[in-house]
């Protein structure tokens, strides 16, 4: 019997939202958490809206309702899928890897979830990739053996341009950011073995930490022959629509490049002016 294979995501995935539409990905949503309201991220709030209230309020966030993971199994065994392929962020970023996990033995489907030891556009490339086994027709067994490949062949990077959200979501000490605002410091950030934030560089100044940056993402693609590239900013398009230039120019047909927004999630705790580069070896 064919396969159907449902594929899910989190918001915090970053994967474009018209390849969600384009690729029948399912999508569950992180939680942005205001004083007075929660909004489901991309669904009810979007990064624009975000952006705005940061001045007036940086919200908190929170894992994916079990509820809205419950009406998306509900929706996938009405739509006749036989399987589901759950590919989510880092579970050493999030805990939504585990609530999905834990989730997963109440599937009404045979279920696999795997973690991509990445976070958004680094994590969205394995999505999209997955999707793109499925589309070819493979068997459920063979999607999963050829995600966790990739996995192995995708890797993120950071470059942000205040350490100011950073510092008041708790996840960096106010010395740190002290000193980065001092000498102008932006550091550049990927995901370690495990999944984890780990700083690689610092440049100084915004020009030099984006080239920076890109070059950290192409050392790790050095010899390829064909890459894929995610390029995710937080109100900073026309700077990667300029990498996406100097992309093509350097790669011609041997690079797939794919340009969104950085989710309302994700950009509370990196602030206006965050790139994120994601790379993958084909």
């Known amino acids: 019997m064919k396969h159907k294979i449902a594929l899910l995501t989190d918001s915090g995935s970053d994967v474009p939202y018209y390849l969600v539409k384009e690729l029948g990905i399912f999508v569950a949503a992180l939680q942005v958490n205001y004083k007075d309201h929660s909004y489901r991220d991309g669904v009810d709030i979007d990064a624009e809206t975000m952006y705005e209230r940061l001045p007036v309020e940086v919200p908190s966030t929170s894992l994916p309702l079990g509820e809205d993971i419950t009406k998306i199994f509900e929706q996938i ?23 999905i996990n834990l989730m997963a033995k109440e599937a009404p489907l045979p279920m696999e979830v795997l973690d991509t030891k990445n976070i958004g556009i680094g ?8 999707a793109e086994f499925i589309k ?3 068997s459920f067994e063979d999607v999963i053996a050829k995600v966790k490949e990739t996995i192995d062949k995708t890797k993120v990077y950071f470059v942000l341009d205040t350490l100011e959200y950073l510092q008041k979501g708790g996840r960096i000490g106010k010395v740190t950011a002290l000193i980065g605002y001092a000498l102008d410091l932006r550091p550049i950030i990927t995901c370690n073995d495990d999944g984890i934030y780990t700083t690689v560089a610092k440049a100084r ?13 192409l050392d790790f693609v050095k010899d390829a022959d064909s890459i894929t590239v995610g390029l995710a900013h937080g109100q ?13 120019t350097k790669y011609g047909d041997k690079v797939k490049i794919y340009v969104g927004q950085v989710s309302p ?14 790379i993958q070896i084909d």
């Open 265 to 278: 999630a994700l950009g509370v705790h990196t602030g206006p002016g965050l790139i994120g580069m994601g």
């Open 136 to 138: 070819a027709g493979l």
């Open 236 to 248: 900073a398009l026309d700077e990667v629509l300029k990498l996406k230039e100097q992309l093509l």
């Open 205 to 217: 100044g915004r020009t030099v930490s984006i080239n920076r940056c890109l070059q950290m993402a």
């Open 123 to 130: 994590s969205g490339l394995t999505v999209i990739k997955a």
């Open 77 to 99: 065994k009405a739509e006749g899928y036989t399987h589901i392929l759950a590919v989510v962020l880092s579970s050493g970023l999030s805990g939504t890897f585990n609530l």
